[in-house]
T-cell receptor, first 114, second 111 residues
Framework: EAAVTQSPRNKVAVTGGKVTLSCNQT?????MYWYRQDTGHGLRLIHY???????EKGDIPDGYKASRPSQENFSLILELATPSQTSVYFC?????????????FGHGTKLSVL | GEQVEQLPSILRVQEGSSASINCSYE??????FPWYKQEPGENPKLIID?????ERKQIQELIVLLDKKAKRFSLHITDTQPGDSAMYFC??????????FGKGTSLTVIP
């Protein structure tokens, strides 16, 4: 199975602090995604990338930046963390398959902003 | 409104019975419908998917039905086992980089 690795698995941050969530994939997939998962909302797209050097805004990008320095790595950056950003964050890579895309998710990062 | 509505949000069934989860979508351009299973503390994993050129797909105890006219699709788990207890998410995709996820169904299979 495709491998998507996130770090850290758990993070506690202070309000106003900077947080960087990292994601690495060994599948050579072009597309990568950052989602957040909150009770009652399911998975919501924050940022995505078509490949190295590209980042695109998803449905809820406010308060987040993204960086894709290489095919393998995709980071999510919270420059000024707020308690409303407490959530579980999932990274995914996308595999194109006969006109559709299958997503492979990492194990998630649980972020608490105090 | 929601792009994908998923019901029920909570489902409890007896072991050996069937479980059904229903999703409806708004974007008529959606042509790919995956289902993900997420166990506690784990990542969502693709368990079955269906494309718009199909109405039914089965993988072992998992059955997916698609009604494009009604813009509805559903997951049916037959002969449920305790290992089927998890959160299930449906999604609708009109194309690459574009997925609308349902809010999830928490399934508990009671032994």
């Amino acid at each position: 199975e495709a491998a998507v690795t996130q770090s850290p698995r758990n993070k506690v941050a202070v309000t106003g602090g900077k947080v960087t969530l990292s994601c690495n994939q060994t599948n050579n997939h072009n597309n990568m995604y950052w989602y957040r998962q909150d009770t009652g909302h399911g998975l919501r797209l924050i940022h995505y990338s078509y490949g190295a050097g590209s980042t695109e805004k998803g449905d809820i990008p406010d308060g987040y930046k993204a960086s894709r320095p290489s095919q393998e790595n995709f980071s999510l950056i919270l420059e000024l963390a707020t308690p409303s950003q407490t959530s579980v964050y999932f990274c995914a890579s996308g595999d194109r398959d006969r006109g559709h895309e299958r997503l492979f998710f990492g194990h998630g990062t649980k972020l608490s902003v105090l | 409104g929601e792009q994908v509505e998923q019901l029920p949000s909570i489902l409890r069934v007896q072991e050996g019975s069937s479980a059904s989860i229903n999703c409806s979508y708004e974007d008529s351009a959606s042509n790919y419908f995956p289902w993900y299973k997420q166990e506690p503390g784990e990542n969502p994993k693709l368990i079955i998917d269906i494309r718009s050129n199909m109405e039914r797909k089965q993988i072992q105890e998992l059955i997916v039905l698609l009604d494009k006219k009604a813009k509805r699709f559903s997951l049916h788990i037959t002969d449920t086992q305790p290992g089927d207890s998890a959160m299930y998410f449906c999604a609708a995709s009109p194309g690459y980089q574009n997925f609308y996820f349902g809010k999830g169904t928490s399934l508990t299979v009671i032994p």
